[in-house]
């Protein structure tokens, strides 16, 4: 069973940065494309990021440039760096794999 834990949200001010974790047991996340989506409230859950080891990164267009996909296939984990956060990045991010339920998230909040 595919279990994903995202960790490392909290509370910034706008330009701030913070750095998303997702570590996956039950599979290698090498071989499949991880993607980060986020919620906010009363909005539907919307696709920000995916990363396939040795493959593309892509990104929404409203993160691009601002944020930062990567992996370490060592420790099975994939990672989110936010910089330039503004109160629009605000919700709760989840990881998933296309064989993965979705995870717990982690809220993140940018304030104003």
């Known amino acids: 069973q595919v279990h994903l834990v995202e960790s490392g949200g909290g509370l910034v001010q706008t330009g701030g940065s913070l750095r998303l974790s997702c570590a996956a047991t039950?599979?290698?996340?090498?071989?499949?494309?991880m993607s980060w989506y986020r919620q906010a409230p009363g909005k539907g859950r919307e696709w920000v990021a995916a990363?396939?080891?040795?493959?593309?990164?892509q990104y929404a267009e409203s993160v691009r440039g601002r944020f930062t996909a990567s992996g370490d296939g060592t420790k099975n984990t994939v990672y989110l760096q936010m910089n330039s956060l503004k109160p629009e990045d605000s919700g709760v991010y989840y990881c998933?794999?296309?064989?993965?339920?979705w995870g717990q998230g982690t809220q993140v909040t940018v304030s104003s």
């Open positions: 039950g599979a290698q996340f090498e071989n499949w494309e």
């Open positions: 990363i396939r080891i040795g493959g593309d990164i």
């Open positions: 998933k794999l296309p064989i993965s339920s």
